[in-house]
């Protein structure tokens, strides 16, 4: 497990470690369903299982040439998503813990869909699985105005995703976006 924004050289050989795995893009109280759905694929395809969480909460200010990540707090009053990412850890052990899949836990920051982009870039990822969002106006209207990381990685990168639909699917006849 590493902390992109204070990446190490003995990360390197982590992503050596990750080459050609799946990546899962999770985040706290996310469905396991999301999780199973990519540790079912890192299964068929005999890779490793990147678990990732991106922390909005920070940016990425530049990156060494040697691959070293800076990044800063987009507010200094936001907590850090230290807590978020002890949370993914706590439900991917708990999910993966017994299984034989060899799976790692990463911190990336920054816009999500970008993150996960650079990432599945310097891996050679196999397979980008994230899920939807929850259905509730909140929600909708968050996806208005930043996207889907779905549509905008599908947009901005070549690999495979899978999208796994999280909760109950919205009727035909029914708005997606009520008003």
Do not use: C
């Amino acid at each position: 497990m590493t902390d992109e924004a204070s990446e190490t050289p003995s990360d390197a050989s982590d992503n050596e470690k990750l080459h050609g795995a799946v990546i899962v893009g999770v985040i706290p109280d996310h469905s396991s369903r999301v999780l199973k759905e990519a540790a079912r694929y890192a299964k068929l395809f005999h890779a490793p299982l990147a678990v990732v969480h991106v922390d909005v909460t920070r940016f990425v200010t530049y990156e060494d040439p040697d691959g070293y990540v800076h990044s800063a707090p987009i507010d200094m009053n936001i907590a850090s998503g230290e807590n978020d990412l002890v949370r993914v850890q706590d439900a991917a052990a708990a999910l993966l813990g017994d299984s034989e899949l060899q799976w790692s836990v990463r911190q990336l920051v920054g816009d999500p869909a970008m993150a996960i982009k650079h990432f599945a870039d310097q891996i050679d990822a196999r397979l980008i699985v994230v899920g939807t969002r929850k259905r509730g106006i909140g929600e909708s209207i968050r996806e208005f105005f930043t996207g889907s990381v779905g549509a905008r990685l599908a947009h901005r990168q070549y690999r495979p995703i899978l999208v796994v639909p999280l909760g109950e699917p919205v009727p035909d006849d029914e708005d997606i976006w009520p008003a």
